[in-house]
């Protein structure tokens, strides 16, 4: 992603293009704004954390069904690789990044699942039970590749408060070049699997997908929003 935010790849470019209204709700939605200027109430980023960590225990097993989804070892290897770096690496990181909020993993683990959490969460693997594995990278992209153009959005916006940001570090997270590498392997192999598996017959059934997964994303951002009422 271009710190403008335009995709070189194909699929998400038409799927993108096909929802920009929507997916402009989600890349700009006012809980994304007030995290850009640092006015985001702590409850609301808080309960966010939680509910964002509970979901990374659901998306660790839909990269365990992409994995059985699969139809060569490439992939399965690709898929291994992800649910390896959620579970060995990016839940640690994430208990971490609690802590320093107050939070350690029992709370956390307390916390009861948000229906915004459960609603996207099993909707993604609903599609990869129902689909293949391009259903369900589909569902997976708002999350994986929303998150790098909003980080690179709000890093490069010039109204962006960064000097004294309480979510400087979440900016940062989502802008490194590191989850920039991320989305743009989920986009690539968004791509393969389109060429792959039947490609412009299947692009109004996707399209549909996509449309509902931006739609849960967007009322994932409003759960944490409401926390802070």
């Not at 006015?39 to 998306?59: G, M, P, R, V």
């Not at 994986?144 to 109204?159: H, T």
């Not at 000097?163 to 392997?185: C, F, K, M």
Request: aromatic share 10%; charged share 20%; hydrophobic share 40%.
């Amino acid at each position: 992603m271009t710190k403008e935010t335009k995709s070189n790849y194909k699929l998400h470019t038409k799927l993108r293009e096909a929802n920009k209204d929507l997916w402009k709700e989600y890349v700009t939605h006012p809980f994304v704004g007030e995290l850009a200027a640092g006015t985001l109430s702590i409850s609301c980023f808080k309960y966010y954390l939680a509910q964002d960590y509970l979901f990374l225990i659901q998306l660790a097993r839909a990269y365990a069904l992409a994995a059985y989804k699969s139809d060569n070892l490439d992939e399965i290897r690709s898929c291994a690789s992800g649910m390896s770096a959620i579970i060995d690496s990016e839940i640690q990181l994430h208990i971490d990044y609690c802590a320093n909020w107050g939070l350690d993993e029992k709370d956390i683990l307390a916390t009861k699942e948000a229906l915004a959490t459960i609603a996207y969460s099993r909707y993604v693997l609903d599609k990869g039970m129902q689909g293949d594995l391009l259903d369900l990278y589909v569902a997976l992209s708002p999350c994986i590749i929303g998150y790098s153009e909003i980080g690179a959005r709000i890093a490069n916006d010039p109204l962006t408060t960064l000097r004294g940001n309480p979510y400087l570090s979440w900016i940062e997270l989502y802008s490194s070049a590191d989850y920039q590498s991320v989305a743009q392997t989920h986009s690539v192999m968004m791509d393969m699997l389109w060429n792959q598996r039947a490609g412009e017959k299947r692009l109004n059934q996707i399209n549909n997908n996509f449309s509902q997964a931006v739609q849960l994303e967007v009322d994932f951002w409003q759960m944490g929003l409401d926390a802070g009422s």
